[in-house]
């Protein structure tokens, strides 16, 4: 909190109170970052959080659109249900989300796509008109949109629920149909033994990101040489194994 430099001014708040509050600052953030990025990534963006009026259902991205109705199919036969499970609709903390583009927009400045040919691609909006989905018994309209990022906000973290994370990103990897998202996990977590605990490790998430990252390598270089923490070695290994980044890295990696 001393390299941070901000003062605590107030009672520590409920877990879950906290958390809530750690994905609207992370959403706003990259609302006030990423979408000022369009010079190095154009498109038609827009980052959601629970916040959001709008769906964030799984199953209402190009990539994951099936799996709506592999769910109807699992609510109305028990025998599925028990075969497959039912852990397929993930609902991220904030996602980051492209609209498909308009004609005028994808043909300009050189026209790349006309009535014979590109045809599938889902970037193109023509390709995807508004569908009608059965979920829990309702019918939905909406639009399909393609998952640029799914963002998993830890304020902070369980060694034994780094798993959690874990597990929706491993679903977001199997159950695309598609381009993998980025997949990435945002975290306050000062020990970096327990940030070692979701970053260590490949394969499921691109990079875990600390809010404070200079921070708190400077407040544990500043105990290490006190003699009270052995931890250096271990934050060393994350930051420098490419495990673990600060937040300001975060929007310009979106834009890869």
């Known amino acids: 909190?001393?390299?941070?430099?901000?003062?605590l001014t107030q009672t520590k708040e409920a877990g879950q109170t906290s958390g809530k509050k750690f994905e609207?600052?992370?959403?706003?953030?990259?609302?006030?970052t990423f979408l000022k990025l369009d010079h190095l990534r154009p498109g038609d963006w827009e980052i959601r959080d629970r916040r959001s009026s709008a769906s964030v259902e799984i199953s209402n991205f190009e990539q994951y659109e099936h799996l709506a109705k592999l769910m109807a199919?699992?609510?109305?036969?028990?025998?599925?249900?028990?075969?497959?499970?039912?852990?397929?609709?993930?609902?991220?903390?904030?996602?980051?989300?492209?609209?498909?583009?308009?004609e005028d927009r994808l043909n300009r400045p050189l026209k790349v796509a006309d009535e014979a040919f590109a045809r599938l691609t889902p970037l193109r909006r023509?390709?995807?008109?508004?569908?009608?989905?059965?979920?829990?018994?309702?019918?939905?309209?909406?639009?399909?949109?393609?998952?640029?990022?799914?963002?998993?906000?830890?304020?902070?973290l369980r060694s034994d629920r780094a798993q959690n994370a874990r597990s929706e990103a491993l679903n977001l990897i199997r159950n695309r149909k598609g381009r993998v998202p980025h997949i990435v996990a945002i975290t306050a977590e000062p020990l970096p033994s327990r940030l070692a605990s979701l970053a260590l490790g490949t394969s499921d998430l691109d990079c875990v990101y600390h809010i404070a990252l200079p921070e708190l390598a400077a407040a544990v270089?500043?105990?290490?040489?006190?003699?009270?923490?052995?931890?250096?070695?271990?934050?060393?290994?994350?930051?420098?194994?490419?495990?673990?980044?600060d937040i300001s890295d975060l929007p310009l990696d979106l834009a890869i």
């Open 1 to 7: 909190m001393q390299q941070i430099g901000r003062a």
């Open 126 to 156: 023509l390709n995807r008109p508004n569908v009608l989905t059965t979920l829990k018994g309702k019918q939905i309209e909406h639009e399909i949109l393609l998952l640029h990022a799914s963002v998993s906000c830890k304020w902070t």
């Open 24 to 32: 609207q600052s992370v959403a706003d953030y990259l609302r006030a």
């Open 221 to 245: 270089e500043d105990l290490q040489a006190a003699g009270k923490s052995d931890q250096h070695k271990s934050l060393s290994t994350l930051v420098n194994g490419k495990r673990v980044r």
């Open 73 to 102: 199919m699992i609510e109305s036969d028990p025998e599925i249900s028990s075969a497959l499970g039912a852990d397929y609709l993930i609902t991220p903390d904030v996602i980051v989300l492209r609209r498909p583009e308009p």
